[in-house]
């Protein structure tokens, strides 16, 4: 039994937390599953799972060494299948992205039954946070970052800005009145954003000719989620600075108002990262285009950049 035939037993274990089940889901002899996971361990050099009387659990390696199995088990099977399959069948294996829950919630989910339907043998896992994973450590084969991207040992495909919008909710205006300049903002409160709480919030962010400003103003409240971030303001916190994208339904509806268009922050550019690896799987290279072909109608030419990243 080869490495490869250890690392599908091994899969099927952790899958279904146990010796018992994965040797008969695999029609194998529950003393060959044991023996496999043991030679695996050995050529690893550590434990990679659990075991007791009452289940079967991944230990830290384990879960690490499982990750990476799917992926190499799948990049296998379709370089097995290459010559066999044909067209859009021949597509099959998991991607695993990370985006904010903005994004995917308005623009990515809802066009995501026909990627499916083209590609049925695909297998998505869909992260939504809104801190900065760390690509290559927990195994995503590519991530949406808003923002900047400074680290040089990744590869950041531009794919457009998202256009900033200033908004509040009506109830918050009726009390607070609705600001034509930047001086009115000393009678207002705004909603902070900030990635890590207890950082310092850079205030209201407008964009202009020679550059990119911030005013100092207070806030009741700080957020670190981009659902938060709107809730807060549809509950009258305070005004909000973020992508027309993610409110726009909101707008349209009355719920929230846009204020101030004329100072608004700059576009956040948004890119698609990921491992700097000489080949990339064709299947994560085509959800990457079709990410790129679903966020267009969302995007516009880009600006000046942000300075920082949101929830976004």
């Known amino acids: 039994m080869n490495t490869v035939e250890h690392m599908q ?19 194998l002899p529950k003393a060959t599953v044991s023996t496999a996971i043991a030679q695996l361990e050995a050529t690893m050099g550590t434990r990679l799972l659990h075991r007791t009387t009452r289940k079967v659990q991944l230990t830290h390696d384990g879960q690490a060494f499982y990750e990476r199995c799917k992926d190499v088990l ?17 597509l099959r294996g998991r991607v695993r992205i990370d985006m904010s829950s903005g ?6 989910l809802p066009q995501l039954p026909a990627l499916l339907a083209l ?49 509040a909710s009506p109830a918050y205006l009726s009390q607070r009145g609705l600001p034509a300049t930047l001086a009115d903002l000393a009678k207002h409160t705004l ?41 807060a303001c549809l509950a009258g916190l305070g005004i909000i600075q973020v992508p027309h994208l993610g409110v726009k339904a909101m707008l349209d509806q009355g719920q929230l108002v846009e204020i101030l268009p004329q100072y608004r922050a700059p576009d956040m550019p948004l890119h698609v990262v990921y491992a700097n690896r000489r080949n990339v799987a064709k299947r994560v290279r085509v959800v990457m ?24």
């Open 74 to 90: 799948a990049d296998l099977d379709e370089l097995q299948t290459m010559f066999q399959l044909q067209g859009e069948q021949a």
């Open 103 to 108: 994004i995917a919630r308005h623009a990515v």
């Open 9 to 27: 037993i091994f899969s099927r274990v952790a899958e279904l937390a146990s010796f018992t089940q994965a040797a008969s889901s695999m029609d």
């Open 289 to 312: 285009d079709w990410l790129a072909e679903v966020l267009q109608a969302h995007l516009e030419t880009p600006e000046t950049p942000h300075a920082n990243s949101s929830a976004w």
């Open 191 to 231: 909603v902070h954003y900030a990635n890590t709480l207890g950082s310092k919030p850079d205030g209201f962010e407008y964009a202009e000719a020679h550059g990119l400003h911030a005013i100092a103003m207070h806030g009741a409240i700080t957020v670190n989620n981009a659902d938060a971030y709107s809730a």
């Open 119 to 167: 590609h049925p043998l695909l297998e998505l896992e869909l992260s939504c946070t809104e801190r900065r994973v760390d690509i290559v450590r927990e195994g995503f084969d590519c991530v949406l970052r808003a923002g900047p991207v400074q680290d040089s040992s990744l590869v950041a495909r531009h794919m457009g800005a998202m256009r900033m919008v200033n908004c």
